[in-house]
């Protein structure tokens, strides 16, 4: 099933992978999504594709180069939610923080996987990381340690959110609401 997010991304993965790097890529991703991290090794890739782990190896140097890969991926699926969000509502911080969430919450174990470690940012498609930093970026005047702030917050809300921290009772939208004119009056 498909959310709009990964014809972007594929566009961009035909661009820098083999067909059959990509095929690898969308076993692994099918695997995180299912099952999250701890699942993710080259012998379940290679088994969801059936084929021998070695056969990875000609496409892939280690786990990690997959890794990196479906960092990308969440890069570029990310930015495009935001830079839908702002061609919707130019300048508009909820609606950019909404965009942020709801894809996070929709890729948990993706996202997660991207953003609770060292980012590989020399591995990364060069711009890749600008692209997905502009929009909130723009919608920030242009004001960096705003843009970082609020980013900050808004990663603290969804993984907070994805593990399952707040109370059932929290209105996690008032939350949002809250937190994003507290950063922005």
Do not use: N
């Not at 379940?44 to 479906?70: N, Q």
Request: net charge negative; charged share 25%; glycine share 6%.
């Amino acid at each position: 099933m498909t959310d709009g997010f990964e014809a972007a991304d594929a566009t961009a993965a035909a661009d820098r992978l083999t067909p059959r790097a990509r095929e690898i890529v969308a076993a692994a991703r099918e695997l995180l999504e299912e099952s999250g991290p701890a699942v993710l090794t080259m012998r379940t890739i290679a088994d969801r594709l059936g084929i021998k782990a070695p056969s990875l190896y000609k496409h892939f140097p280690d786990k990690h180069a997959v890794e990196v890969e479906l960092t990308a991926q969440m890069l570029e699926e990310s930015a495009a939610a935001l830079e839908a969000a702002e061609s919707r509502t130019p300048g508009s911080l909820e609606a950019l923080a909404g965009a942020y969430r709801t894809y996070a919450l929709a890729h948990p174990h993706l996202y997660c996987l991207a953003t609770e470690r060292p980012l590989p940012r020399t591995l990364l498609p060069a711009g890749l990381e600008d692209r997905a930093a502009l929009p909130l970026l723009r919608a920030c005047g242009g004001d960096r340690d705003l843009a970082r702030a609020t980013w900050a917050f808004a990663h603290g809300m969804v993984v907070l959110e994805i593990h399952g921290r707040f109370p059932e009772d929290a209105d996690l939208d008032a939350a949002w609401k809250r937190g994003v004119r507290a950063l922005h009056p």
